[in-house]
């Protein structure tokens, strides 16, 4: 297995860091796209594992997240949607471009999964797995999360973002330090009912009814995040992609808890990565 690590220059003019981890003879591709504010590094032992049974997997972080950070978050103007169309469109280009002749898979954990119906490209993926994905919409959270997410969209962002120039994450110990607009746009969506799409408008529904990649969505019953009702709503945006839902419940993968932030940890090799995920990734 080798591995490389480089930084491409997005339709936006910006750069992001994107890191391979390629098999002698890879047979397929798998672009891993994360959750909001969770670096591409936490899942870098997945993407190893995928090497090792022969894919070229792909990690990378948005703009402003992990090593696409310019200096500091605050010189961020990216947004979600520009995480979709400039980021995540640049990183399947890439996998295009240097593995012509293979399938293109895509795991998206969380946002991972909301983004694809802004991908330009969006043709060029073969197969979709979607791992605790869902709409944002705070009603539709899991109890434990809302709870306490109306805090954050009515009262800390609205003041606490223009004062900061951007969203102080880490220093909140709330997600991760964020680019202003992102968060902001984030906030909008979060409001409304229909997610992104009732924000954004027809053209952007139109672009998620296009989509006609397989997709599976995996989800967990203890996910804190994420209720059965965001996860069915997220996946109804997509009305003309093949889909199976799989609910996965911490003792049908031999342990207490998973939620929402576990199922990239090794420790969920046998029970969620070998058990769900490949399988699907193997059917493509």
Wanted: proline share 5%; with cysteine.
């Amino acid at each position: 297995m080798s591995f490389h690590s480089l930084q491409l220059t997005t339709s936006a003019g910006h750069t992001i860091t994107v890191k391979t981890f390629q098999p002698e003879q890879p047979k397929a591709v798998v672009i891993v796209a994360g959750a909001v504010g969770v670096p591409q590094y936490h899942y870098e032992k997945f993407a190893r594992w995928l090497s090792q049974l022969g894919y070229a997997a792909i990690t990378f972080d948005y703009d402003g997240i992990g090593e696409s950070v310019d200096g500091h978050v605050k010189n961020s103007r990216s947004d979600m949607m520009s995480w979709g169309r400039n980021d995540a469109s640049t990183v399947l280009d890439h996998a295009a471009g240097q593995y012509p002749n293979l399938k293109i898979n895509w795991v998206g954990h969380s946002v991972g999964g909301q983004l694809l119906g802004f991908l330009s490209n969006a043709h060029l993926i073969d197969k979709v797995v979607t791992v605790a994905s869902g709409s944002g919409y705070w009603w539709h959270n899991s109890a434990p999360t809302k709870r306490i997410v109306w805090l954050l969209w009515f009262l800390i962002v609205p003041v606490v973002v223009p004062l900061a120039g951007y969203f102080p994450g880490r220093t909140l110990n709330m997600v991760g330090d964020l680019p202003k607009p992102m968060m902001q746009q984030w906030r909008r969506w979060c409001l409304n009912h229909r997610y992104a799409l009732g924000v954004e408008g027809d053209a952007v529904v139109e672009e998620f009814e296009q989509r006609t990649f397989p997709m599976t969505g995996i989800w967990f019953s203890d996910d804190e995040m994420m209720s059965a009702k965001s996860i069915e709503s997220l996946h109804g945006f997509y009305p003309n992609a093949p889909k199976q839902m799989i609910c996965v419940k911490p003792e049908d993968a031999g342990h207490k808890r998973i939620g929402h932030l576990g199922w990239f940890k090794d420790r969920y090799q046998s029970g969620i990565w070998e058990q769900f995920i490949l399988p699907e990734l193997v059917s493509n």
